[in-house]
């Protein structure tokens, strides 16, 4: 069988099994397996992502050929089914002959002779163009039109039509099906993002500047960071833009003590030092130890050693002096769905019922981040998501309750040219189809 595509197969499987997010699992059964070809290991992470990211209008081709309803096929067969399907829609460099063939290998080693049939009259069906799919009309059924072809779960096209009516849905979807760029952040510790990009011109990575942050970096064409020399040596940082400008919302000073919580991986935390000129003392909290180890090194190979990390459940009481801290950002755990883009098995592992049991969450750990704030001191909040429950339903119920924070609009603490990044209450907005970014909410709260 296929190396690459039995590796595939078996890291959807698990995905499904186990329902927690797909890129620790893409890591620990791809990146570290010797056999895989740097060739087998970017088709194996298309064939996943794409799957993922394409899964709704993958199944409806497979229910227009299939004569047998897709709940009633096994799992290993329909992920199959899936694989063969997404190489003849989406991968013109597979010849279909080889998708079709390849899929009937892969069930046959997995002892399911029995199905090979099925896949071969499906696949071939669908690759000779047999039958003409149709799907849900967008004038009369726009819900399940832009579920089925832009391959998005119901439930959140029906809210984002009753946010933002059936074009912007349909725009934002089409930017979720899209591959990301790879955005870095310059570690202004070491040097200037200028500087860096003079260096890479001699190196086959194609580099340029973000648009909105001052210290982004989108790379074209990234190798390897394990073995990539800039990186190693601290000049870098994974991080998605509309991230990287939450930093800037704390309006940090050298000198200052600042708390994080939900820290890790630290990605914001190591901006932060950055911004602080690695002077003063960031204490950051997270109730992953691993999580937290992988920030340690982060801040190791960046050269940072202001940081102090701390394990522990931010939902109970905090063990630090109420109102000894300058600045707070808590950065909390949420559905995610501004960052589908990047992780599309958020779109069928996120459930609807998730939103209220994740705002809940939210809720405690703003009331007990909030006594860490010193007077005239500044609380920031953050989600990666776009629900108006986890963004809006925290800081307004807050906001309410605790009548020493006011909230301040975001645009004086960020760069040039942020200013269409700013909703009409003064908090960063971002959205992938709007700013080429991923979806960010923050907002900015000062205790008086």
């Known amino acids: ?94 010849p279909p002959h080889a998708a079709v063939n390849e899929a ?8 399911k002779r029995e199905v090979a049939p099925l896949i071969n009259g499906v696949l071939r069906g669908i690759a000779e163009g047999r039958k003409e799919v149709s799907y849900p009309d967008l004038q009369t059924d726009p819900l399940h039109h832009i579920s089925t072809y832009y391959s998005h779960p119901p439930w959140m096209v029906r ?48 580099v340029q500047p973000t648009p909105f942050s001052p210290m982004g970096l989108i790379c074209n064409n990234p190798p390897s960071l394990a073995t990539w020399e800039p990186f190693q040596e601290g000049w870098l940082q994974v991080q998605d833009e509309a991230s990287q400008l939450v930093s800037f919302i704390l ?11 939900c820290a890790a991986p630290g990605g914001k935390t190591t901006h932060l030092a950055q911004l602080m000129g690695d002077q003063g003392e960031i204490v950051s909290v997270d109730v992953s130890p691993a999580k937290l180890s992988l920030l340690q090194e982060n801040c190791r190979r960046l050269g940072i050693s202001m940081v102090k990390t701390l394990t522990l459940d931010a939902t109970s009481t905090l063990p630090f002096v109420p109102e000894s801290f300058d600045r707070v950002l808590v950065d909390l755990p949420c559905t995610g769905l501004g960052t589908l883009r990047r992780n599309p098995d958020g779109k069928w592992r996120v459930k609807e019922a998730d ?15 909030a006594p860490m704030v010193k007077k005239g001191g500044i609380l920031v909040y953050s989600t990666c998501t776009l629900t108006l429950e986890e963004n809006e339903g925290v800081i307004e119920p807050f906001l309410s309750g605790h009548e020493g924070f006011r909230l301040e609009s975001v645009e004086p603490f960020l ?12 908090c960063l907005f971002t959205l992938p189809h709007r700013h080429g970014t991923d979806g960010f909410f923050a907002a900015r709260m000062r205790r008086v």
């Open 251 to 261: 309006g940090t000073h050298p000198g200052q003590r600042v708390l994080d919580i």
């Open 1 to 94: 069988m296929d190396r690459a595509r039995t590796k595939a197969l078996e890291i959807l499987i698990r995905w499904e099994r186990r329902g927690f997010p797909i890129d620790p699992l893409f890591d620990g059964l791809v990146m570290d397996d010797r056999l895989l070809t740097d060739l087998d290991r970017a088709f194996v992470r298309e064939v996943v992502y794409g799957v993922l990211r394409w899964r709704g209008r993958i199944d409806w081709v497979i229910a227009a050929y299939s004569q047998i309803k897709l709940h009633r096929i096994e799992r290993a067969v329909i992920y199959i089914l899936r694989m063969g399907v997404y190489q003849l829609l989406f991968m013109d460099r597979v």
């Open 415 to 426: 760069p040039p040219g942020c200013e269409g990044l700013v909703d009409r209450r003064g």
């Open 355 to 369: 939103i209220t049991r994740l705002q809940k969450l939210q809720r405690e750990i703003l009331a007990q981040a």
């Open 104 to 111: 009937v290998k892969l069930a046959k080693g997995m002892g």
């Open 159 to 206: 809210r984002w039509i009753d946010q933002w009516g059936v074009e912007e849905t349909i725009a934002l979807c089409q930017a979720n099906n899209q591959i990301p760029p790879f955005t870095l952040r310059i570690n202004t510790l070491k040097g200037s993002r200028d500087e860096l990009i003079q260096r890479l011109q001699g190196e086959v990575v194609g």
